[in-house]
């Protein structure tokens, strides 16, 4: 369709919502961000700046592990989609997970403050799942490196130590619940872990 906007049809209701359940999405290690249309036309028209991403909130005190706090933080991020249940995650009360939809225009978010009751308690550390790449000098996952303003401002005074995001932002797997695995029909049966 042009302007690297591609258009999937599905013949099956049930397999768009397992695609956009699962988002973040990428190829290459670049993310792909979708959205929804019923009109082939109106997919050039439609705002690419939203993905879903489960995020995980660490360093938060283990009497604040719950929903509740879990709701609060992520609003101040984005629109929360999901607050996963404490005891069906697999974590071990570690940390929380939220799925949020984050304007991906903006640089990642790498910490909040956490308040209770009208006081500070603290700083909770955010970690993304299935992070795509992104840029360690400004944060977003929006541009490559070529088209990265703060990267091309600063070219040849830009130290690694003074990169303000990285590798940090990727959090670990959480479990083997969380993995999906298609199985493709064709002469030799393929699995695709996705």
Not at 60 to 71: I, N
Not at 130 to 158: A, I
Request: aromatic share 10%.
């Amino acid at each position: 369709m042009g302007d690297n906007i591609l258009l999937f049809e599905f013949e099956d209701c049930l397999d768009l919502e397992c695609v956009l359940e699962f988002e973040p999405w990428s190829y290459d290690k670049h993310l792909v961000v979708f959205q929804r249309t019923l009109v082939a036309e109106a997919a050039s028209s439609l705002d690419y700046s939203h993905s879903s991403f489960w995020i995980q909130l660490h360093n938060v005190p283990e009497d604040l592990l719950t929903l509740e706090t879990g709701e609060l933080v992520g609003r101040t991020l984005g629109t929360v989609l999901q607050v996963a249940e404490l005891e069906d995650d697999g974590v071990g009360g570690e940390f929380l997970r939220v799925r949020i939809s984050l304007d991906i225009s903006r640089p990642l978010p790498r910490c909040c403050k956490l308040w209770t009751e009208g006081k500070l308690v603290g700083w909770v550390g955010i970690k993304y799942e299935r992070l795509p790449n992104f840029r360690y000098w400004c944060g977003r996952v929006s541009h490559g490196e070529r088209d990265c303003e703060v990267g091309l401002h600063r070219k040849g005074r830009l130290r690694k130590e003074d990169q303000q995001y990285g590798d940090w932002l990727r959090a670990d797997s959480v479990s083997a619940v969380h993995k999906t695995m298609a199985i493709i029909p064709g002469t030799a049966r393929s699995k695709v872990p996705w």
